[in-house]
């Protein structure tokens, strides 16, 4: 038969090599990754991703957001449980980085091309997402849908465990759970004692506290063991082992017939322990309450008895809902039904092939079988022969369910692939000539389900798709060879030829400085390079003369100095290069530079600045008085104090080679004068114009000066008299100078000129706080001396000052005078060193 799905597999390779990135093959349900083996299946980390997957045309499942970029997978259901996980990036050092990923479970029907979703109990927790599905029907073929919240892409690890959920045993002999096979489980929420908790009477146990009971029926004669491992490993495990004859009649059960038991207090004996069981090693066949001597929790093994039924009766006595697993051992088996597929090919890998199935069974009550995807025979229920044909290729699963009358349930699978003969694999290689250091790179197309089983020299195999192997030496030359084989089906061989492996060429050489740090430096560059047959320099920009030299060598001078990065490549007759890289550093001696300076004199507070042109590749070494450093083509040095005057130096360094010292000497720092003055008279007087006031200089340091009286008018002299012609307030300033340009200023005021003379005394004044004439203002000008008392009728003085600024505020030490009539006496000295007196009256009124 020639299948549709071939064409279709081919057609998207196809497509997909047209653009720069493909989806992912398992981007549509109709080529779901089969995962054959879901007994705790789990990927590895990263090993799945749905990277530029595109949307599914199916509707989104149940409980996600919305469709996203899915990717499919499928497993056909050899039991009837199933837990699927998928994680995505669970910390920061995670290789899977879906984040917020999603799944659901389907069922397919290709017949209609629809698909039911099957709902099941989800939990999400850290990045982590799983879905258990019970009640699937063994040997259909199940679809696992996976995408992520808000069209996220990224790779992830998938897990599905398909299995049968754990045996539900009954607390009382009666209700007993059959075992079918020795096969290890574990029995979880074990809690309560049943009905009857004195079934174990007479036995090391007594009395059950929280009970589960098994049978099973010996198969065949031979010894037999177990080992209990409680799931809380501080619980105390107790249990008895019943042999109930041919019967198994759980009416008989005894003392009697309890032909094993363990009731030891392990978790609390010293040493401790908390498994239990039968073991070839122990002699003992009971173990009592408590911790004797000797006990450990295992007593001899049994030797079963074919036929016989036999019964377990497991005792939780800690409590607290736990359960426990149960791994049996020994040559005796039970007698449950088994399941065995035969399988037969007829014209395998061709269009007409097909496949006769056949149940080897026993110990059966009812068969089921399950075909698989594309299968001419959906299922049956008897033992067979079958002849099947598949209108699909890929991987099926056919299933055997085989049921005994006890109850016990067997399933066993069969996976084979159906598939024709590939076609002659392609074949290409990176290259046919290699150079030692090279990595031979082999490729193939893909083809699904397939393996590649590749060969080649110096004892080389791979069943990668695409193998890499280093090129070591001549040794990996030769012919390699291919064939891919899907299922039983294999291609024809194929084969590419190597030719060569040659030695790789050396890049080599070395380098000697010729006068060096002088203006005519050059440099020998010598070649040492093996195994070529071309040669090419590189010496970067900036070469201004080179020279041939004996064996491929090189003369060179440089324009300018400063790090150079010397390239060599030699090439071999086959292509083969090599490449060697050395960096040089050309280091001509730089020129005696000139020293530039902001001012040839300094006082405290300037800064001196020195500087020299800027140049590449150039290192500045100053050095000056004050243990001065620096590493700047500029610098400035803060006058601080006298010591910084003195010879400052520099010099130039070219990676080894260095300039002659350029120097220059900063004189000594000249002292900042000091201005000050006083006059005569002081300003402290009421003056009226005009006025000549003289000025006396009592600076420091000061070689010269400069006056402004602040009336328009300056002077020169040291100590001069200035005449004041007009009224106002005037500010005087004093600039000293030294002889290199330094310079002090002082300013002193205010100076308050009225336009007349005056002597005016007011006969009255009203102190009341109304901001009129509330103190008695004397109006005398010109007076050098002045000072004033006022006296009441009776006498006493209460006022004085020889401030002419200070007025009288009617007010004796704070307290307000009364109204009346107070006399004065103003005394001075004029400008004309004149002494004068001045009396009379004046009304304080309120």
């Excluded at 049943?194 to 049978?215: D, K, V």
């Excluded at 250091?437 to 080649?456: E, I, M, R």
Aim: charged share 15%; with cysteine.
């Amino acid at each position: 038969m020639r299948y549709s799905l071939i064409l279709f597999l081919l057609v998207i390779l196809n497509l997909s090599a047209f653009g720069k990135f493909a989806p992912p093959i398992n981007d549509e349900l109709i080529n779901a990754i089969n995962i054959t083996n879901t007994s705790a299946y789990c990927s590895g980390d990263a090993e799945f991703n749905n990277l530029e997957a595109t949307p599914s045309n199916y509707n989104k499942a149940l409980n996600w957001p919305a469709v996203g970029k899915d990717v499919w997978y499928k497993f056909t259901a050899s039991k009837f449980d199933v837990n699927i996980s998928v994680s995505g990036k669970i910390d920061a050092n995670s290789t899977n980085t879906l984040i917020g990923p999603l799944v659901a479970l389907y069922s397919y029907d290709p017949a209609s091309n629809s698909i039911a979703e099957q709902p099941g109990t989800q939990a999400t927790s850290n990045n982590v997402i799983s879905l258990y599905k019970g009640a699937l029907t063994v040997g259909q073929v199940y679809y696992v849908r996976v995408s992520a919240a808000n069209d996220v892409t990224g790779t992830f690890k998938l897990c599905i465990d398909n299995y049968f959920p754990p045996i539900q045993p009954g607390q009382d002999c009666g209700t007993f759970s059959v075992l079918c096979t020795k096969e290890t489980f574990t029995q979880l929420n074990v809690t309560g004692s049943g009905a009857n908790n004195h079934e174990s009477a007479g036995t090391c146990l007594g009395t059950e506290s929280n009970s589960a009971w098994y049978m099973f029926k010996a198969s065949a004669p031979g010894d037999f063991t177990f080992v209990i491992t409680p799931t809380v490993t501080t619980n105390d495990i107790d249990w008895v082992f019943y042999d109930l004859g041919l019967n198994g009649d759980c009416s008989k059960i005894n003392a009697a017939n309890a032909i094993r038991c363990a009731s030891g207090s392990g978790v609390t004996c010293s040493p401790s322990y908390y498994k239990t069981g039968l073991s070839m090693t122990e002699t003992d066949l009971t173990e009592a309450l408590g911790c004797p001597a000797g006990q450990n929790g295992f007593v001899k093994y049994v030797e079963l008895q074919q036929d016989h039924v036999y019964a377990i009766l497991i005792d939780n006595f800690s409590g607290g809902n736990n359960g426990f697993t149960i791994e049996f051992g020994g040559t005796a088996d039970f007698a449950g039904p088994t399941a065995e597929i035969d399988v037969k090919k007829l014209n395998p890998c061709t269009d007409s092939q097909a496949y006769t199935f056949e149940s080897k069974a026993t110990n059966f009550a009812s068969l089921k079988w399950s075909f698989g995807e594309g299968a001419s025979l959906a299922s049956a229920t008897t033992a067979g022969p079958f002849t099947v044909t598949y209108n699909t290729p890929g991987e099926k699963i056919v299933v055997l369910e085989a049921k005994g009358t006890n109850g016990c349930n067997v399933v066993t699978t069969q996976t084979f692939i159906v598939a024709n003969t590939p076609e002659k694999p392609a074949i290409t290689a990176s290259k046919v000539n290699l150079c030692q250091g090279d990595v031979l790179k082999l490729s193939t197309p893909f083809l699904n389900l397939a393996t590649y089983h590749w060969s080649g020299p110096n004892d080389f195999i791979s069943t990668n798709q695409n193998p890499e192997i280093p090129a070591i030496g001549p040794e990996i030359a030769g012919t390699y060879k291919l064939y891919v084989q899907v299922g039983d089906c294999v291609s024809e061989v194929n084969s590419v030829d190597i030719l060569s492996v040659d030695l790789k060429p050396e890049a080599m050489f070395s380098i000697e400085v010729n006068n060096r740090c002088e203006t005519n430096q050059s440099f020998s560059f010598i070649n040492t390079s093996k195994n070529y047959t071309k040669l090419t320099w590189d010496f970067g920009i900036g070469v201004k003369s080179q020279v041939a030299i004996n064996n491929d060598g090189k003369i060179l001078t440089f324009t300018n100095p400063g790090p150079k990065t010397i390239t060599l490549t030699v090439e071999s007759n086959n292509g083969c290069t090599s490449t060697f890289i050395k960096d040089i550093l050309v280091e001509l001696k730089p020129e005696k530079p000139e020293i530039s300076i902001n001012q040839a004199s300094f006082c405290l507070t300037d800064i001196i600045k020195l500087s020299i042109p800027a140049q590449e590749g150039i290192t500045y070494a100053w050095s000056g008085p004050n243990n001065y450093s620096s590493t700047t083509n500029a610098i400035e040095i803060p006058v601080t104090d006298f010591n910084v005057a003195g010879e400052y130096r520099v010099v130039l360094t070219s990676g080894t080679c260095s300039a002659e010292p350029a120097t220059i000497v900063v004189p000594a720092i000249a002292r900042i004068p000091v201005a000050k003055f006083y006059t005569e008279p002081t300003f402290n007087i009421k003056f009226s114009a005009p006025v000549p006031i003289t000025f006396t200089n009592t600076s420091l340091y000061g070689d010269f000066y400069e006056w402004n009286f602040g009336d328009g008018f300056t002077s020169t002299e040291q100590s001069p008299t200035h005449i004041y012609q007009t009224d106002g307030l005037f500010r005087i300033r004093l600039t000293a100078f030294s002889k290199n340009g330094c310079s002090n200023s002082i300013t002193q005021g205010d100076l308050i000129i009225k336009k007349n003379a005056s002597t005016f005394v007011p006969n009255a004044f009203s102190p009341n706080g109304d901001g009129i004439n509330d103190e008695l203002l004397v109006g005398v000008t010109n007076l050098k001396k002045y000072s004033i008392q006022i006296f009441n009728r009776l006498g006493s003085r209460v006022f004085f000052t020889d401030n002419i600024f200070e007025n009288w505020n009617g007010t004796f030490k704070g307290n307000d005078l009364p109204v009346g009539v107070y006399y004065y006496i103003i005394l001075g000295t004029n400008l004309s060193n004149n002494n004068v007196k001045y009396s009379g009256s004046v009304t304080l009124l309120r």
